[in-house]
């Protein structure tokens, strides 16, 4: 008896060593394939200049959910509206091993050292939403700015042909920006050869800061003694910083304002009645566009651009999407429908009878 017991735990002891080398065997072979996994999958940098702003968060966030759809990872960084920082970043993120880069930068005149870094390593980079220039980019994924200026101007000339007009352009560092003033002055520039409309005032504004807006429309307003009948304010934070002279002048609701992006704020002001149209840009197409590209191109495949726009070094492929026009008439069937902005959101803000029903 005592022999058997001791060959049965002899056996025992074997089996348990077996079953724990297998076991480790099995968690070696498991960390290996995880390892493989994560150095085989998709890594694409996503870098904006500067996350303030409601939209930088929707752009983001609707580019990491889709590009996890397509099995990529995404690393990304906000640069807080520091160049230099911005390239440091890069410049990680291209040690990390990301395949492309999607760039918004702060300075489209100075970015291009960004994509000459990500080049030399063979890292693809889609301009995004702003178009680097004398650049070697990949792909420029925005929505048409010279149709959202025309919107802006068009509208306003439309509902004010006659009058002193102001312009508030947006950073003189922004190539889109200049686009933007450009198409307003194409509108406008028949109305003012026959005298009907006058610019009193036109200029860009630092980083696109509405305190710049607020203060340009305070000087505005002094040199008219009030006299204003419309302001083409080139987004919704110039417009915000444009609205906000006017309520302390009692102009606010007798002052035609344009804007862009649909901001909550925005939105409200047009429901209160004291903007008058936004350019709504759905920016989650925009950012899913932009993932699916860059997922593209890290597999070495063929951009859906099907034109192509100069940056002053090359004619890079480009996809534009297209803006639409928001007034109070439209705001349930087009920032409401689609979900970036809510009902309570805005009617929580309002009196009872400015509420959208």
Known sequence: MVGINTEEDILTKALRKLTAVFTLFVIVLSGRLVLAQDANKLKIGFSIEDMKGERWQTDLNSFQVRAK???????????????????????????????????????????????????????????????????????????????????QAEYLAKHAPKGNYVLIAGSPRDEGAKTLHDAQMKVLQPYIERGDIKVIADAYTKDWL??????????????????????????????????????????????????????????????????????????????????????????????RANRTIS???????VILLKPTVVTRDNIKTTVVQDGFQTLKSINQALSADQQIK
């Open 69 to 151: 759809e397509l099995g990529a990872e995404v690393i990304s960084r906000d640069a807080g509206g520091d160049d230099d920082r911005q390239f440091q970043q890069i410049q990680e993120m291209i040690k990390a091993g990301i395949k492309v880069l999607v760039l918004m930068p702060r300075d489209t005149t100075k970015a291009s050292r960004m994509v000459d870094a990500a080049k030399s390593a063979n890292v693809k980079v889609i301009s995004y939403d702003r178009l680097v220039l004398n650049s070697d980019v990949d792909l420029y994924v925005s929505f048409d700015r010279l149709e959202t200026g025309w919107m």
């Open 210 to 303: 509405p305190s710049e807006a607020y203060l340009f429309m305070l000087k505005a307003i002094d040199s008219t003694q009030g006299n204003i009948a419309a302001v083409v304010a080139s987004n919704d934070g110039l417009a915000g910083g444009a609205i906000q002279a006017l309520r302390e002048h009692n102009l606010a609701g007798k002052v035609l304002v344009s804007g862009q992006d649909a901001d909550l704020a925005a939105i409200i002001c047009i429901a209160q009645g004291v903007q008058s149209m936004t350019v709504y840009k759905p920016v989650g197409n925009e950012a899913v566009v932009a993932a699916e590209e860059a997922v593209r191109l890290a597999k070495g495949e063929k951009t």
């Open 311 to 317: 940056n002053g070094k090359a004619d890079v492929p």
